[in-house]
Nanobody, 121 residues
Framework: QVQLRESGGGLVQAGGSLRLSCAAS????????MGWFRQAPGKEREFVAA????????RYTDSVEGRFTISRDNAKNTVYLQMNSLKPEDTATYYC??????????????WGQGTQVTVSS
């Protein structure tokens, strides 16, 4: 089992940047594929990005491709989401998640409590 805690959210102007972090407990962090999801008010939760166990493979939803970068540091049990060129439509609660499957999996087993990102126009 792994516990996840996100940080780094906040209020930023459109065009700005934020870096989210997700710290994981436990000694088996490197055995999980990791992902970021987001949920805007009144909308369903959506996939944002995922990274493989070793950190070399990534995938993104189309709307953030080229603007967001997911990465991980297995020595620090942490996964990051660097968000650049932020848009008001990126406003959401962002969740970190861990999967026992591959980074291409749509099934994630463990979730953090979320961190709020608000982008003003």
């Amino acid at each position: 089992q792994v516990q996840l805690r996100e940080s780094g959210g906040g209020l930023v102007q459109a065009g700005g940047s934020l870096r989210l972090s997700c710290a994981a407990s436990g000694r088996t962090f490197s055995s999980y594929s990791m992902g970021w999801f987001r949920q805007a008010p009144g909308k369903e939760r959506e996939f944002v990005a995922a990274v493989s166990r070793g950190g070399k493979a990534t995938r993104y939803t189309d709307s953030v491709e080229g603007r967001f970068t997911i990465s991980r540091d297995n020595a620090k049990n942490t996964v990051y989401l660097q968000m650049n060129s932020l848009k008001p439509e990126d406003t959401a609660t962002y969740y970190c998640a861990a999967s026992t499957g591959t980074y291409m999996s749509s099934s994630f087993d463990y979730w953090g409590q979320g961190t709020q990102v608000t982008v003003s126009s």
